[in-house]
């Protein structure tokens, strides 16, 4: 059963019509606050998004997959988002949730995978299982082959010199206890300093606390400024001899600013300092060059960029690389092994004990595939948009205060935004919004409570977007919000 | 005059005689309550929150040995005689009194009157706003017990909690936390573990809570975003905490989590510990 869909309360747009390609109504859906449109893809807007192994998912049984694309006048086309475009390819963003078609807006934690991504999962399941680096015979060949070619994905993807710069780890935080457990355990002295920021994450600050414990280094924080963003002066007074590395963010998962990295990193040199880079709220979203930006450390997490969960990246300069000892031991990142001692292999096999996450790192080449075929300009350009949209549609709502930095022509925030609403409790909010709007958002701290309590509050909200958002979205979310916060106004 | 010896006598027998009419009026009270008790008991409706006689409704409990199990007091109004259920008191989850305590046997009946109460909210939106009546008829919480010991440890909402046994030996709670929500739970915990005997607190289990289906309660597995299963966690644990301290046998050891401080690395963590204490809840 097929019906037509159209956004009744959405100003008159002229990018969203009806379309051959139908979605069947979710019997559930009673009071639909707006509807999705499934649309057709057009051919021309995504070049190659038709090669990564993708498929039109398609709800209703009338429609074939690969339906030719309807033809429809040239400005109309040109006039849809990058939102309306890709969310075809999202069969989780199609549900409904408490009775109101979802509007998940939690992509800071993780991202939604695209049907090229599910798709590739499981034919590698399905045809190429086989373990790796282990076998001689086809199927392992052909399974090494994969992973490897999104060992090569990935070390493209953010522009490393060497494949073999790329370690394939768990996720972010696994990555970033790498480093610490093998680089920083073998170089670091009693005396010695880490900087970082009051802004980082969990992860990227508890591994360093232990590692001090143990050698004796002192971790030191660069507070905020009060526009909310790291002080950069603060940060270059803190730079001494003495500093032997810096563990900094790229974007901030709750404050949204952007640091200047390659700035950073040029100051980080100078002192002698080497410099881990949290990327796991930049990879996804934008263009990231190591080579441009020079650092020494690069980490990122897959599930938050389209990719599956379970796997997650650690760049490391192959001459830092080569030097680290391993942080876990086992098989694959042998050379010899004898009862009393072994040697080791080469990076990155050094650093990749036992059978990796064989399925999920291909599925990442996949997300990678997904990505540029968009291209990260485009998603970035896009999100900037997005961001200036949210930020501004939240700035509407009164006794609200968002965390982190105003965007400006030179100032461009993540699009994210962390917020309080005077006298209710973040967590009331995203209970409500969830329960009566089917509005996904995040509350608590973030995985970030030094930040929090620098900005003097026990936690906040978060709505986080992607590519795969929509401004309608974000209007269905401010008027959820304000719906959440009458309530709460007139029930206390 | 006072010092009037016959006065005295008279006093004395006014008092006797008083006290003798109140301890009967007591136990006929408490004959009242057993058959009313005794009726629900023998004919289970589908509302076994319904009591015939609306005199009992508005009884104070007396306090009764703990043997006497047969002995209920009825503190809870049936929703049916609640003209607009959407609305304001009578709440089942109003906490009780701090100077009354409730016989044995009370938290099941309460926790069936407040599940009743929520299952007679069709909508969702009316569940929340109950729960959010409940957190608003919650007694304020002593700013002398919003200390880091009786933090209650999830990551979305702070919660506070104290937990006291009284001269009966039985458990007395209270609670309080920034999110309203949060709260409106607390205040269903407390209202129905308020005065409960330890066993009592030690059987509930999460589950039981999540008949109340309304709004947070989704999450039904062991999760620290579970803030409200957290609290009647850390009311079991406290509670054996301090019922063994009573008996003078040593609590049970915190589980080996990590604080990484400025002062080193020790062993520390109520959630962990609260993990630890429920699942060895049966053997504890």
């Known amino acids: ?42 051919e021309n807007s995504i070049p190659n998004a038709s090669t990564a192994g993708s498929r039109l998912r398609c709800f209703s049984s009338s429609s074939n997959a690969a339906a030719s694309p309807v033809a429809l006048p040239s400005d109309e086309r040109e006039s849809r988002s990058l939102g309306d475009i890709t969310r075809p390819d999202f069969p989780i963003l199609r549900q409904v949730v408490n009775g109101f078609n979802l509007v998940y807006f939690d992509n800071a934690a993780t991202s939604q995978k695209p049907s090229a991504v599910l798709d590739v999962l499981n034919e590698y399941y399905e045809t190429c ?17 994969a992973y490897e070619e999104a060992r090569t994905k990935v070390a493209t993807f953010v522009n490393a010199m060497d494949r073999r710069e790329i370690v394939f780890t768990r996720n972010a935080t696994e990555a970033i206890n790498l480093v610490a457990y093998s680089w920083g355990l073998s170089n670091l002295r009693s005396g010695d300093e880490i900087l970082l920021t009051v802004a980082e994450h969990h992860s990227a600050i508890v591994p360093w606390q232990i590692v001090s414990k143990k050698t004796g280094a002192i971790l030191k924080y660069v507070g905020l400024t009060k526009e909310e963003v790291p002080d950069l002066d603060l940060l270059k007074g803190l730079l001494s001899k003495n500093t032997k590395l810096v563990v900094v963010h790229h974007v901030s998962n709750v404050l949204g600013s952007v640091l200047p990295i390659d700035d950073i990193v040029v100051w980080s040199h100078n002192v002698g300092a080497k410099i881990l880079v949290d990327a796991c709220q930049s990879v ?35 001459e830092l690389l080569s030097s680290m000892p391993p942080f876990l031991g086992g098989g694959e990142m042998i050379s010899d092994v004898f009862q009393d001692y072994s040697t080791y292999a080469e990076p990155p096999s050094r650093f990749e004990a036992g059978t990796p996450a064989i399925g999920e ?35 509407s709502v009164p006794n609200l205060h968002i965390y982190g930095p105003a965007p400006s022509e030179t100032v461009h925030r993540a699009a994210l935004c962390s917020f309080n609403v005077e ?16 509005v ?22 978060r709505a986080s977007l992607y590519f795969y958002n929509t401004k309608e979205e974000v209007d269905a979310f401010i008027q959820a919000l304000k719906d959440t916060i009458d309530f709460f106004t007139s029930t206390l | 005059a006072r010092s009037d010896p016959w006065r005295k006598k008279k006093e004395g027998r006014e008092e006797t005689r008083a006290k003798a009419e109140q301890s009967g009026r007591e136990r006929e009270m408490v004959v009242m309550e057993a058959a009313a008790i005794g009726s629900r008991f023998l004919n289970p409706g589908p509302n076994p929150n319904s009591i015939t006689n609306p ?12 043997r006497l199990l047969a002995v209920r007091c009825v503190q809870t109004p049936s929703p049916r005689h609640n003209p607009n259920p959407a609305r304001g008191p009578p709440l089942s989850c109003s906490a009780v009194a701090s100077d009354q305590a409730a016989p044995a046997g009370i938290p099941r009946h309460r926790l069936a009157g407040l599940v009743d109460e929520f299952r007679s909210l069709s909508e969702p939106l009316d569940r929340v706003k109950r729960l959010l009546a409940c957190a608003a008829s919650l007694p304020a919480f002593p700013e002398a017990g919003r200390v880091p010991a009786n933090r209650v440890m999830g990551c979305t909402a702070q919660v506070w909690l104290s937990v006291a046994v009284d001269e009966l030996g039985r458990m ?22 308020d005065g409960a005997l330890p066993e009592e607190v030690l059987e509930l289990r999460p589950e039981d809570f999540g008949d109340l289906n309304v709004v947070g309660l989704p999450v039904k597995a062991h999760s620290r975003i579970n803030t409200w299963h957290n609290v009647l966690i850390s009311m079991q644990k406290r509670t054996k905490a301090l019922i063994a301290k009573r008996e003078g046998r040593p609590s049970l050891d915190p589980f080996p989590s990590l604080v990484i401080g400025a002062d080193g690395i020790e062993a520390k963590g109520s959630y962990a510990e609260a993990q630890v204490s429920s699942s060895s809840n049966k053997s504890g």
């Open chain 2, 172 to 193: 007395r709670f209270a609670a309080d936390s920034d999110s309203e929500i949060t709260k409106g739970f607390c205040a269903c915990l407390v209202s129905v573990l």
């Open chain 1, 440 to 461: 996904a958002i995040r509350s608590g701290h973030h995985c970030a409570q030094p930040l929090h309590r620098a900005l003097g509050v026990t936690s906040s909200a």
């Open chain 2, 55 to 66: 005199v009992l409704r508005a009884v104070p409990c007396r306090r009764r040995q703990p």
């Open chain 1, 423 to 438: 006298k209710i409790h973040p967590t009331d909010i995203a209970t409500f919004l969830d329960e009566q709007h089917g």
């Open chain 1, 1 to 42: 059963m097929a019906a037509l869909c159209h956004f009744p309360s959405a100003p008159a747009s002229p990018r969203l019509f009806p379309l051959s390609r139908l979605l069947s109504p979710v019997s559930r859906a009673s009071k639909p606050q707006y509807l999705l449109i499934a649309a057709s893809r057009i």
């Open chain 1, 284 to 318: 996804p979203h934008m263009i990231v060059d190591v080579q441009k930006l020079g650092v020494d450390f690069l980490v990122a997490s897959s599930h938050k960029m389209c990719g599956p969960t379970g796997v997650g990246f650690l760049y490391g300069k192959i």
């Open chain 1, 129 to 145: 299982n086989s373990n790796v680096h282990r076998g001689v015979h086809y199927l392992s060949a052909k399974a090494t082959d």
């Open chain 1, 361 to 395: 790192a291909i599925g990442l080449g996949a997300a990678i595939d997904y990505l540029s075929s968009i291209s990260m300009q485009r998603i970035h350009n896009y999100e900037v948009e997005l961001s200036n949209y949210l930020y501004h549609s939240l700035c």
